[in-house]
C-alpha cells in the first residue's frame, strides 16, 4: 500500500459530504449553518486541490531536473509548505462540515456521512492506497 499523499488529491472525491438531498432539518437555523460551513468547506477542499497539483507539478520537475529523490510527503514538507497549511485547513473545515451535518440532520446526516466514508476508503484500497478522508 502507497501513503496515502502519493495520490493526487481531488476534491471530487467528497463532493458527496454536501450532499443532503432527502435529509431534513430539524432546524432553520442549524441548516443555515450547515450551508455556510459547506461553503467553506467546498472553498477549503478547492484551494487545497490547486496547492496538490501546483506542489506536485514543482515536485516532477524537480524529479527530472535529478532535485530531489524525495518522496512526494518529504518533498512538500521542505518546498511547498503552504500545502501543509491548506491541507490542515481543509481537514478543520471537514471536522466543522461533519459537526453542523450532525446538528442539523441528526442521525441521518451521521448514517450517510459513514457510508460516504465506507466508499472513499474502499476506492483507496482499490487503488493500492491507504485512504485519507477531508
Known amino acids: 500500500m502507497k501513503p496515502a499523499t502519493d495520490r493526487p ?8 459530504r454536501t450532499d443532503t438531498d432527502g435529509l431534513t432539518a430539524s432546524d ?6 450547515f450551508e455556510n460551513v ?3 468547506y467546498k472553498q477549503a477542499l478547492q484551494e487545497f486541490e490547486l496547492a496538490d497539483k501546483k506542489a506536485r507539478k514543482r515536485y516532477h520537475e524537480h524529479e527530472e531536473d ?6 512526494f510527503a518529504n ?3 521542505q518546498n511547498y509548505p503552504v500545502w501543509h497549511s491548506l491541507k490542515a485547513e481543509a481537514q478543520s473545515q471537514s471536522a466543522a462540515l461533519t459537526s453542523a451535518g450532525a446538528e442539523a440532520f441528526g442521525q441521518a446526516y451521521m448514517e450517510k456521512y459513514h457510508q460516504g466514508e465506507s466508499k472513499v476508503n474502499r476506492e483507496a484500497y482499490d487503488e493500492g492506497f491507504y485512504p485519507e478522508f477531508f
Open 66 to 71: 535529478g532535485l530531489t529523490t524525495d518522496t
Open 38 to 40: 459547506k461553503e467553506s
Open 75 to 77: 518533498w512538500v514538507m
Open 9 to 16: 488529491f481531488e476534491a471530487s472525491r467528497f463532493a458527496w
Open 28 to 33: 432553520p437555523a442549524a441548516e443555515a449553518r
